[in-house]
């Protein structure tokens, strides 16, 4: 069972390891140490230790940060073909077909059903991500981020999709909130919405059989 209310206290458990995980976090490229450092606290709360761990071995932080992106993006790979595919299509035609009404209704009828494509392949790539995202990080394997039966057998279970849920909207909350104190806004959301919902989801992944 996921401890929710370890997984929101947990990014203030240890101020100092907060505060550099914020500076990382506003700094292009430098910022994919923190993501792997958010990796690394999720692994260790698959066994339910939620104190944060040690800001150490930085250049592995940064590796795992910057294949954390990678996996992320080959997932949504699907959904950007699609979205390009639409706007090109619905460009192409408004070029070839003038102001014809006809022509503007079809690029209309192209963009809405592409976005709808769009927006359900973008959505399934959100919710596989974090699984993929647990599987590499457990086994330490970037081809791990790919096994995807293992990937889908944990994902669709109730547990892991109240995390993914509960923890997305805490995380949007989060960002909400905070989007309103300039520069260092963003850079604070950033770190504290993803450790805590990547701890909610570690814990739901490890769960599963």
Known sequence: MVNYGEAIK???SDLKKLAIGIVL???PIVNFIAFGYILENS???MKKKFELTEWKNWGDLFVKGL????ISLIYMIPALIVFFLTIGAAVLKGMFMGGNP???LAAISTIGIGLVVFAILAIIAAYIIPSALMNYI???KFAAGFALSEITKKAFRGEYFAAWLIGGLYNFAIVFVLSF???IGAA???FIGSMTFYTMVAEAWASGK
């Open 10 to 12: 947990r990014p203030f």
């Open 25 to 27: 976090s506003l700094i």
């Open 43 to 45: 692994k260790t709360a």
């Open 67 to 70: 294949l954390m992106a990678v």
């Open 102 to 104: 006809m022509s503007s």
């Open 138 to 140: 457990s086994k330490n």
């Open 181 to 183: 104190i300039p520069w």
């Open 188 to 190: 604070i959301a950033s």
